[in-house]
């Protein structure tokens, strides 16, 4: 897993050098729902914590608790501890960029509003998104199409989480997880990875052929 958590936190990199169809599970185990990943802060000092998300329908995201390194603040944005003033953030309808020196940083849509800049927003360009393409570019495979990705920040107080919307599907059966798409938080060959996994309450344990990821439902 910690292959697409790499490659996804590019964008911290760029940030700061400039300023279910799960149902087959045994004994009532599910995979649906929010994990977290417990030594992920530790891992990559870039983020704040992350994991995985298992829907219903059998699709699966990535998100990254991004708190400390963006958010929005009364004086403008929080870059890594860097405040860029409202002068470098202009507004259009439910679009905003933050620019920098004639280049765009950031380019958002507006999903959801919330007091200020706070809210749901779509990364839809910019060095930002630029960098997290080309990472996951790097690190993907045959299914990876970036003119389908789906990136959301949601941005509430001193806190942001990036979203990979819908980055893979999944199946169960038994104890075996398959997973499609973007497989590179699994070991596998071309678009598609196996596991073998274990729900024990609030525990989810992810083994394939290399490593062992343990993960703690969100509540």
């Known amino acids: 897993m910690k292959k697409i958590i790499s490659s996804v936190t590019v964008c911290s990199l760029a940030l700061c050098a400039l300023a279910s169809c799960g149902d087959n599970a045994k004994s009532g185990e599910k995979l649906v729902g929010k994990w977290a990943m417990s030594d992920l802060a530790s891992e990559d000092a870039s983020v704040d914590g992350g994991g995985i998300i298992f829907t219903d329908d059998g699709k699966g995201s990535v998100y990254l608790d991004t708190s400390s390194l963006l958010h929005f603040e009364s004086e ?101 997880l398959e997973v499609s798409g973007f497989a590179g938080f699994l070991k596998g060959d071309g678009d598609k990875a196996t596991a073998e996994f274990k729900v024990d309450g609030d525990t989810l344990e992810l083994k394939d052929s290399k490593s062992t990821e343990t993960l703690t439902r969100v509540k």
Do not use: H, P, R, W
């Open 76 to 176: 403008g944005l929080n870059v890594g501890g860097t405040t860029l003033v409202k002068d470098y953030i202009k507004e259009s309808g439910d679009t905003l960029t933050v620019d920098v020196m004639g280049k765009e940083m950031i380019g958002l849509k507006k999903l959801e509003a919330k007091e200020g800049y706070d809210g749901k927003y779509s990364l839809e360009s910019g060095i930002l998104y630029d960098s997290i393409v080309q990472g996951m570019e790097k690190q993907g495979n045959a299914s990876f199409d970036k003119e389908n990705l789906d990136i959301t920040i949601d941005f509430d107080g001193a806190k942001s989480e990036v979203v990979f919307n819908d980055l893979f599907t999944y199946t169960t059966k038994g104890k075996k």
